[in-house]
């Protein structure tokens, strides 16, 4: 179990890492989080963290505390009594003097990788173009300013500018009200006068902006935190807290490293096959009688700095040992060809489907690259029919050590 002393927002609630627990506890001088532990049969099951605030001028609770559990320092030195405690910030004060009707500017802003987002000012009102809150019920307004800040790529000695684009604003975007309930997008604000664009919000170039309104539906009184959560995972999450922006970054657990069967190194990219199969079948399609699918796991890692679009359908064909080229399945997950995105120092997996001559054993891929063409040898078909998957009964090819339905794995 790890205690980790966080910032703002403060999250209570435990994260369970494999066997370990990590848990958020809250500054000292303010409060103190209490800890519960369930064990079952020798080891943490459960973990319940919740916070305590002792009254003001009275340090009672704690002193309880640290003669039930016989502590020999003094409990306020071990939440931090020695340090002064913080004094209220002007941004924390502003939801207390928030009034209806009146523009608070806070002119705040975050950044992740690749956008800029500024919250100028927000405004709690009745009603806004037209649209009327419900009784009891405010209309808040956020003036915020949004930019690019995708750098101009290299294509062939060209430059290429990257767009930046949210299909729909209100998937990835929240606002937590006093850290309980979630306030989406209002579903009117497609049209409203000054709101920025809900469908295909774009930023098609570097430096390019957009300057309007995000306007959610919240309680008319007793607002003590506001959340505004962008959820962006190719290029970084971005939060608000009371006004306040910031980038959260962090580092995620390694990812397991797979054996390759081929590797190909061309800068930016190193691509590895992991994995293959094949099947007489394929996401309920049969193939052809003289034909079978070949399907192949691959991974992308982009050594660059900078993110870039990765385009399997140009760069891996199927080699036939006729000598003739072919390109990914019609049936296959990434059968239409849209390039995969890696962020710079990042890598990504995926599947990609062939349907090659059934006479093949020998099979291979080739590799078209900007400066370089190679062809990676696979592990030959030893000719064996399929199995079915123990569990979900799917035809299993007999390279394969996964069912690619179910994900059992395959024994030998």
């Not at 958020?24 to 001088?29: A, K, L």
């Not at 003094?74 to 928030?98: I, Q, V, W, Y």
């Amino acid at each position: 179990m790890c205690l980790v002393r966080g910032g703002k927002p403060f999250d209570p609630e435990p994260l369970r890492l494999g066997n370990a627990w990590v848990i958020d506890v809250p500054r000292g001088g303010k409060a103190f989080a209490k800890v519960t532990l369930t064990i079952k049969g020798g080891a943490i099951s459960g973990v319940r963290s919740e916070i305590l605030v002792p009254p003001r001028g009275s340090s009672q609770p704690l002193q309880d505390l640290r003669k039930k559990y016989g502590l020999r320092s003094e409990l306020e030195d071990l939440l931090g009594k020695s340090h002064p405690p913080e004094e209220t910030t002007e941004e924390e004060r502003l939801l207390d003097r928030l009034e209806p009707e009146v523009v608070e500017w806070i002119r705040t802003k975050g950044t992740n990788r690749a956008a800029r987002l500024v919250v100028h000012s927000l405004c709690l009102r009745e009603e806004y173009g037209g649209l009327q809150a419900p009784p009891g019920r405010g209309l808040l307004v956020l003036d915020t300013e949004w930019t690019n800040l995708i750098p101009i790529q290299f294509v062939y000695e060209r430059k290429v500018p990257t767009e930046y684009k949210i299909l729909d604003l209100r998937e990835p975007l929240y606002l937590v009200v006093n850290g309980r309930s979630v306030s989406r997008l209002h579903p009117e604000a497609k049209g409203l006068p000054g709101h920025v664009p809900v469908k295909e919000f774009s930023l098609p170039r570097f430096g390019s902006s957009i300057r309007g309104n995000l306007l959610f539906e919240v309680p008319g009184k007793g607002l003590e935190t506001l959340d505004l959560l962008l959820f962006d995972f190719a290029h970084g999450k971005i939060a608000a807290v009371d006004g306040l922006l910031f980038a959260l970054e962090g580092k995620r657990p390694d990812l397991p490293e797979r054996q390759a069967i081929a590797r190909i190194e061309e800068v930016p990219y190193q691509v590895a096959i992991v994995g293959q199969g094949v099947l007489q079948e394929f996401a309920g399609r049969k193939a052809e009688a003289d034909r079978k699918f070949l399907t192949v796991e691959v991974t992308v890692k982009n050594t660059g700095a900078m993110g870039r679009s990765f385009e399997s359908q140009k760069r891996l064909l199927y080699q036939a040992e006729s000598g003739r080229q072919s390109e990914l399945s019609p049936f296959g997950p990434w059968a239409s060809g849209e390039p995969v995105w890696i962020p710079g120092g990042e890598r990504r997996s995926f599947q990609l489907v062939y349907e090659i001559p059934a006479t093949d054993r020998k099979l291979r891929l080739a590799y078209q690259g900007e400066t370089r063409g190679v062809v990676l040898d696979l592990e030959e078909d030893d000719g064996k029919p399929e199995r079915d998957c123990p569990q979900c009964r799917a035809p299993v090819g007999s390279q394969d050590k996964f069912c690619q339905r179910c994900g059992a794995k395959i024994g030998p």
